[in-house]
């Protein structure tokens, strides 16, 4: 299995911004991740064309809003709060604005959880994903940034 070293994080934000009118890859020998807007950027085109031929390049999925809803249904499950849990519950039931019912709380708390355990499970998805796809995503370790930009 092909290992690569990435900042799941940053495939985590990615995927959840994934939509129908642009695409990421992850670069399978650094572990970066680019983006690409062929809507807004015409050339990207074609460099999404020699990309999706590449060996060292692989497309990520885009989110489905089943994933995203199943994740946020097993949040609801896990949440202790009978009054969290109704609020939400609510929310997906409405089909509304899961975020924008979270961000209504003053316990931040409740919105600091959420964010860990989407996170989370968005990150073991993609791992999974990648898994089936033979490329084992390997973490790689927190860079001080103020350090690594002292050479810029």
Known sequence: MRQVPVFIAWLVNAFENSSQYSEYYLDLRTGDVKFFCPMDFPEHSDRIKRLDRSE???KLPKLEKEL???IKKEFIDL???PGLKELLEKALAADVNFRRALMGLEDESARLKWYQYQNK???DYLKDWFKEKGVELVEKPPVNVLE????C
Do not use: E
Request: glycine fraction near 12%; charged fraction near 40%; proline fraction near 0%.
């Open 56 to 58: 060292n390049y692989m």
């Open 68 to 70: 995203a809803r199943r």
């Open 79 to 81: 949440t202790d709060d």
């Open 121 to 123: 499970r968005y990150g």
């Open 148 to 151: 690594f930009n002292k050479g």
